[in-house]
């Protein structure tokens, strides 16, 4: 059985920090495509960023220089590393699964498996 489970949302203000992660099992890294997605209130869930198996990585306009996606195979887990947070960044964060590996896909219908989501809150 496949799951995903991320942790290390919070409570930020404006310009701080955060690393979330996302541990995998039931699913080896190399076997997948990983992505992250976030959803605010009253919005559809959007794309942030996504890693493939051979670490090609595609970001959202939005969090272009800010963000940053890895992953420790080692671990079998994903990070998300996020700077200079604004409050527009407030969602839920979810990690996804795709079992195409080579693939960057967008599109979260395209994922096959996903987290129960961290929330994070950044203050003005």
């Known amino acids: 059985q496949v799951r995903l489970v991320e942790s290390g949302g919070g409570l930020v203000q404006a310009g701080d920090s955060l690393r979330l992660s996302c541990a995998v099992s039931?699913?080896?890294?190399?076997?997948?495509?990983m992505g992250w997605f976030r959803q605010a209130p009253g919005k559809t869930r959007e794309f942030v960023v996504g890693?493939?198996?051979?670490?090609?990585?595609n970001y959202a306009d939005s969090v272009k220089g800010r963000f940053t996606i890895s992953r420790d195979h080692a671990k079998n887990t994903v990070f998300l590393e996020m700077n200079n947070l604004k409050p527009e960044d407030t969602a839920v964060y979810y990690c996804?699964?795709?079992?195409?590996?080579?693939?960057?896909?967008?599109?979260?219908?395209?994922?096959?498996?996903w987290g129960q989501g961290t929330q994070v809150t950044v203050s003005s």
């Open positions: 039931g699913l080896t890294l190399p076997d997948a495509a």
């Open positions: 890693i493939n198996s051979i670490c090609g990585m």
């Open positions: 996804a699964a795709d079992q195409s590996p080579s693939r960057l896909r967008t599109a979260h219908t395209e994922y096959d498996y």
